[in-house]
């Protein structure tokens, strides 16, 4: 199914809510698709310009390369 969807439950400050409630209201969305949009906006910038995955430090990748030498 092409179009299947992972549910899942989120909770949030009341406050962080309604300002998302907000922005979705302002762009005509759903809380449910503006949380979705916010959400592929950032793994969208997390994966940089080639696609891929951009290593940062801290990441359960593992440590980062240490700088060069010399």
Known sequence: MADERKAFLLRTDPSLWRE??????????????????ILREAVRRRRGPGGQPQ????????????????
């Open 55 to 70: 290593e940062h430090a801290g990441d359960a990748a593992g440590p980062a390369s240490p700088p060069p030498t010399g």
């Open 20 to 37: 998302i409630e907000k922005w979705a209201a302002d762009e005509l969305r759903s809380v449910n698709g503006q949380i979705e949009f």
